[in-house]
């Protein structure tokens, strides 16, 4: 599948995205493609750059561009202002001129990290998104959306700041460690859930298949979800209508990853319990019969995702919250289900059904 599944038209940017299996060999092409120039520097994690780094460099190299790397430390410690500064400092030593091109080689750290230099150096720089985990490939690389974080929250300094390509290679996702892989289901699982109940059929249909890898399926199911993302991008590019049911059981999955320091979860993993909470929030509201709650957690669990967890402390989960992104007018936007592939936003959850549903997550 060598040709754009989708595409991302906002206002002012459109840009394509690639997925298929053994895409990074034509990076190169792609970004010329995409009237691209000047030097690539690529930006990538020392697990990732090891695996990876020597091929996507000689990708961009056979297409005429020179070639700078630089590799960080792997995971989301490294999601900070001062990460920020190394790399502005690196590329500041190496005299990024302003055509020059960021590109993001990696999973969705690397991908936020990157994406928000290249939107804040020389005031923007053109950015290349190449997604290397499967959260990365269905929602972290599509829609512009870069930041790092801040001790008292997650992603709360960043920018709008839309890629120029996505080329998502989903033979990368083979080298991936099995709890990422596993973990970046959930994305997947949530596009189906909010937006289209046939991705959700095919998931349910083909579970082992996707997780064994099996080439068609898991090209299939990255291509769709990917659409939809893009879909939503397309129609609300910086989250003040649409887009915010993107954040289907990330409210709580904010609030436990910023409990945890980032330490504990992974990002699917905090979204599957999330998602969790959410839905037994829409039941409880009178929005969904119990039966969807468990058709949900019963596809969660097939995928080798986690619904609940322990030893997390509720209050600073909820306080994690208050300071979420999502909160307006000091009230907590809730994006729940009204039914399969129907989602909705929602302002008058109560503060006790919240944290009696967190503290039952928390103590299953």
Not at 157 to 170: E, H
Not at 205 to 218: K, S
Not at 268 to 275: F, K, Q, R, S
Request: include cysteine; charged fraction near 25%; hydrophobic fraction near 45%.
């Amino acid at each position: 599948m060598n040709d754009a599944v989708c595409e991302v038209r906002t206002a002012t940017e459109s840009y394509p995205i690639f997925a298929g299996w053994g895409l990074l060999g034509e990076l190169g092409k792609k970004m010329r493609r995409a009237g691209l120039g000047g030097r690539a520097n690529i930006i990538s994690d020392e697990a990732v750059f090891s695996i990876y780094g020597a091929r996507a460099a000689k990708a961009v190299k056979e297409a005429g561009f020179a070639v700078a790397s630089l590799s960080l430390p792997p995971g989301e410690p490294s999601k900070t202002i001062e990460t920020a500064i190394r790399v502005y400092d690196w590329l500041a030593e190496h005299r990024v001129e302003r055509d020059d091109v960021i590109v993001a080689l990696g999973g969705g750290v690397v991908g936020d990290l990157a994406g928000f230099v290249a939107a804040t150096m020389l005031r923007g720089l053109p950015l290349v998104q190449v997604p290397t985990s499967l959260v990365a490939m269905v929602d972290a690389s599509i829609g512009g959306k870069v930041a790092v974080n801040h001790p008292q929250g997650k992603n709360i300094i960043g920018a709008f700041y839309q890629p120029r390509l996505v080329l998502a290679d989903v033979e990368t996702l083979t080298t991936l460690p099995q709890r990422e892989f596993i973990s970046g289901w959930s994305e997947v699982i949530k596009h189906g859930l909010i937006l289209d109940p046939q991705l959700t059929q095919f998931l349910e249909g083909h579970a082992e298949q996707l997780i064994g890898l099996e080439p068609e399926d898991v090209t299939r199911a990255v291509a769709r979800s990917a659409a939809i993302k893009a879909q939503v991008v397309t129609e609300d590019e910086k989250e003040r209508g649409r887009r915010i049911i993107l954040n289907y059981g990330h409210t709580i999955a904010h609030g436990l990853e910023t409990a945890t320091h980032y330490q504990r979860f992974l990002h699917g993993e905090a979204i599957a319990i999330g998602m969790t909470g959410a839905a037994l929030i829409s039941h409880r509201l009178g929005l969904v019969p119990e039966e969807l709650v468990e058709r949900q957690q019963a596809l969660l669990r097939r995928f080798g995702l986690p619904t609940a967890c322990s030893d997390v402390e509720v209050e600073a989960v909820l306080r994690a919250m208050e300071l979420d992104k999502k909160v307006r007018g000091q009230a907590v936007r809730w994006v729940l289900l009204a039914g399969l592939g129907k989602a909705v936003i929602r302002h008058d959850v109560p503060p006790e059904m919240a944290r009696t549903v967190i503290e039952e997550l928390i103590t299953a």
